[in-house]
Nanobody
């Protein structure tokens, strides 16, 4: 089956950096838009950054200039480079992707990876 597996979360001090990765696997024919979302305790899940199949990107205002989303289409992987991290960036980060597979077309989600920014 198609699945997304995230890695790279952890504990980091304010001002530090982390790089998240999300790899898609399975009988994939093509991948369209990919994105990163986050959900902090007691808050709704929100879009952090998105990237289209052609490489166009969009970011939440709160992360512009600090986070960079990129993708490697040969590896079916999307990345999120997070710099100048702040305590308010603490959340569970989820990737998602619009995937066409042998099963049809659907939006898939990763299992989530915890990012904690604290001194």
């Amino acid at each position: 089956q198609v699945q997304l597996v995230e890695s790279g979360g952890g504990l980091v001090q304010p001002g530090g950096s982390l790089r998240l990765s999300c790899a898609a696997s399975g009988p994939i024919l093509s991948i369209g838009a990919m994105g990163w979302y986050r959900q902090a305790p007691g808050k709704q899940r929100e879009l952090v950054a998105g990237i289209g199949s052609g490489g166009n990107t969009n970011y939440a205002d709160s992360v512009k200039g600090r986070f960079t989303i990129s993708r490697d289409n040969l590896k079916n992987t999307v990345y999120l480079q997070m710099n100048s991290l702040k305590p308010e960036d603490t959340a569970v980060y989820y990737c998602n992707a619009d995937i066409r597979s042998y099963y049809g077309r659907d939006v898939y989600w990763g299992q989530g990876t915890q990012v904690t920014v604290s001194s």
